[in-house]
T-cell receptor, first 115, second 112 residues
C-alpha cells in the first residue's frame, strides 16, 4: 500500500531565505502528487499538483515542486519565504489506477518563519 | 465560483449526543469527500460520495455516516459522540472520481 513520508515535522527558516519541504512516497507505480497548505484555523488550499508531463511544477504563492520518479520524491521549494508563508504543508499521493482511489496524506510539515 | 462551504464552523457537544455537519461543494462538482483531522492522527479519510452513492469508506466505526443529496450537497452524522471525536472535520469536493480535491474551511467539533 502506498504511504507518504514528510521527513520534517517542523522547518524553521529566516524570512527571505529559501526553503525546501521534503516528501517521499513508497511506491513507484503511476502516481498523482499534491501539495496543500493549511493556514492557522483554516481548511486546506491546493498549492500545486503533478499529474503528468513536466517534472517541475509551479504553484501559487511562488512555490514549486519537482517530481523525481527514481527517488520517489516530490519536494516543495520556495526561493524566498515571507512571514505570510507560516502554515502547515501537507503532501498527498494517489494512485490513478486504484479502483478505491483516495488521497494518502503525509503527517504535515510546519513551516516556521523567523523574522 | 464560490468555494466549498461548511456549516456550522464551530460546534460544542457533550458525550452521547449526535451531530450533523453540512457541506456544499463547488458548483458543478459531483464528488464530496470527508476527512477528520486531529493533532495526533493527522488527516484521516472518512468517506467519499459521488452522485449520491458512497464510493469509498475509511476505517471509522459505524457511528460515522454520511449521505449526499441530488444537488451534491453532503451531510455527515456522528452518533453517540465520544471525547475522541473532537476534531476538525474537513469536506472536499471534486468534479468527479480521481479529480483534484478542493477543501472547505472545516467544522471544528469539541466534545465535552
Amino acid at each position: 500500500a502506498q504511504s507518504v513520508t514528510q521527513l520534517d515535522s517542523q522547518v524553521p527558516v529566516f524570512e527571505e531565505a529559501p526553503v525546501e519541504l521534503r516528501c517521499n512516497y513508497s511506491s513507484s507505480v503511476s502516481v498523482y502528487l499534491f501539495w496543500y497548505v493549511q493556514y492557522p484555523n483554516q481548511g486546506l488550499q491546493l498549492l500545486l499538483k503533478y499529474l503528468s508531463g513536466s517534472t517541475l511544477v509551479k504553484g501559487i504563492n511562488g512555490f514549486e515542486a519537482e517530481f523525481n520518479k527514481s527517488q520517489t520524491s516530490f519536494h516543495l521549494r520556495k526561493p524566498s519565504v515571507h512571514i505570510s508563508d507560516t502554515a502547515e504543508y501537507f503532501c498527498a499521493v494517489s494512485d490513478p489506477g486504484d479502483s478505491n482511489y483516495q488521497l494518502i496524506w503525509g503527517a504535515g510539515t510546519k513551516l516556521i518563519i523567523k523574522p | 465560483k464560490a468555494g466549498v462551504t461548511q456549516t456550522p464552523r464551530y460546534l460544542i457537544k457533550t458525550r452521547g449526543q449526535q451531530v450533523t455537519l453540512s457541506c456544499s461543494p463547488i458548483s458543478g462538482h459531483r464528488s464530496v469527500s470527508w476527512y477528520q483531522q486531529t493533532p495526533g492522527q493527522g488527516l484521516q479519510f472518512l468517506f467519499e460520495y459521488f452522485s449520491e452513492t458512497q464510493r469509498n469508506k475509511g476505517n471509522f466505526p459505524g457511528r460515522f455516516s454520511g449521505r449526499q443529496f441530488s444537488n451534491s450537497r453532503s451531510e455527515m452524522n456522528v452518533s453517540t459522540l465520544e471525547l475522541g471525536d473532537s476534531a476538525l472535520y474537513l469536506c472536499a469536493s471534486s468534479q468527479g472520481f480521481r479529480e483534484t480535491q478542493y477543501f472547505g474551511p472545516g467544522t471544528r467539533l469539541l466534545v465535552l
